[in-house]
Every structure is written in C-alpha cells, then in structure tokens.
C-alpha cells in the first residue's frame, strides 16, 4: 500500500509522533514508490541539492521500520535517475504544440539541462554508495 504523495507537506510530526494525511492518491502499488518520491521531492530543491550523506540518512532510517531489498534499492535508483523535467515539458509541449511559445520552451529545456547534470551526477554517486553502504549489486 502507497500513500501517493509522501512529501512534507502530508506528513505531521508532533513530540515522537509521526502521522500522515492526504490520502487521496493511497493505492495498491509498489512500496519503494512513496520513498523514492519523497526523496526525489527533498533532493531536487536547493537547499537539499542532491546530497548523498542526507538520501542515505533518511534510508537508513526508513529500513528501520521497513526493510528495503535490492529490488527497493534499484526502484529507488531508476526513479530518482528517471529524467521527470524532461518528460513533463516536452509532453506538455506537445499536447500544446500550437499554443507553445518554442523560445520559451528551449529557455526551460536549458534550465532543465543545468539542473539533470546534477541529477545525474547524483545518481552515479548513489549507485556506487548503495553497492558500499548496503551491499547492492547494481
């Protein structure tokens, strides 16, 4: 079972108590789902920009309440790697092909760029800290 849209904004922690709301997105999926998302969603913004020691830190303390297996590791590597920027504008310059200003659009593809070689940069990182810290063969 998945919650759909574990980000910060849905999660409330109070004292030593954690809970979670918005459960309009919860279904039945894969479980490495909701923390890949989740760490997609802290890792890309500034403040957090791709860092390795944090992703593991909050892994190692989600495999305290759930375990993770290779296939989690591997999920977690294909989603955070997956380039989501790049699928989103060019399918909504597509479904909009007439209405889309092009100059607009190379503008966010370029930006888009500058912040995947980050992205991708981390994911190499990631790769080889998952074979060190948990012993993965990736």
Known sequence: LCHGDYVNKNIIIYNDTISLIDFDKCKMDFSARDISYFLRRLLKRE?????INLTLNVLDAYSNENELTDSDFKFIIAYIAFPQKFWKLSRDYYKNIKKCNKNS???LMDKSLYKSKHQLEFTYELINSFRRHYNVKI
């Open 47 to 51: 403040s957090t920009n791709w860092q």
């Open 105 to 107: 659009f190379i503008s």
